[in-house]
């Protein structure tokens, strides 16, 4: 029992030491604990997380099969008016939809994961916080569809929503990846492009060099 304790004593220390150490580094460099803590993470991730053991995560979740998405929050924590309905074969989601502006956001997740509660949170703060209608369609995702039907969708989502000339295009990680490759392609095919385009930390190197 006193090697018990022992142990977990010590492995709250680690765990507070751990993140006195990202607190000050976030402080050195002069970004959020939650970005410092978040890079971290994925390094430790990237270190365990092996090929092989992707490939098998990717071959589990075709097995189970796709289904529809749920807001992983209840709406009761969601404080801006919102509505759900399906177009061009995606899932929307709409926060605030009488908002004046109109964002159209592309939530990261590795292209293999659905929106988080964070996410959820964050868009609901900044319809509220900027009086904009912020529409997010639930993205296709592999391994159930490939990058050309997930462009596919989203382009012809975005060109049925009209009036590009109000519309902020919008996505972190690999949603801000997503939202580049689809400015580049409406480029590319002489079609509208949206008013502006914001990126968070966009993954846009799929090589992970």
């Known amino acids: 029992m006193d090697i018990l304790l022992y142990v977990i004593a010590v492995l709250i220390l680690l765990l ?6 990202v607190a000050v580094q976030s402080r050195i460099i002069g ?23 992707a490939r098998a995560e990717l071959e589990g979740m ?8 749920i807001l992983p929050v209840r709406q009761d924590n969601v ?10 074969g995606l899932q929307i989601y709409e926060f605030n939809p009488q908002g004046a502006a109109e ?12 929106p988080l509660k964070y996410h959820i949170k964050f868009l609901d703060k900044l319809a ?7 529409i997010m369609p639930v993205l296709p995702r592999a391994p159930y ?9 989203v382009e012809e989502f975005y060109l049925s929503l009209g009036n590009q ?9 690999s949603g801000g990846g997503l939202a580049l490759g689809l400015c580049l392609k409406l480029k590319t095919e002489g079609k509208p492009l949206p008013k502006k385009l914001v990126r968070m930390a966009p993954w846009v190197d799929q090589t992970m060099a």
């Open 16 to 21: 507070a030491l751990c993140a006195t150490i």
């Open 31 to 53: 970004r959020s604990v939650m970005a410092t803590r978040a890079e971290v993470y994925m390094k430790v991730k990237r270190a365990f997380f092996t090929p092989r053991r």
């Open 62 to 69: 075709k097995k189970r099969g796709e289904t529809p998405y």
């Open 79 to 88: 404080k801006c008016d919102t509505r759900q309905y399906d177009s061009c």
């Open 103 to 114: 964002v159209l956001y592309f939530y990261g997740g590795g292209y293999v994961h659905r």
């Open 128 to 134: 509220r916080r900027c009086n904009c209608r912020v």
């Open 145 to 153: 569809n490939t990058y050309k039907y997930c462009y596919e969708r």
């Open 165 to 173: 000339s109000n519309l902020t295009l919008m996505g972190d990680s």
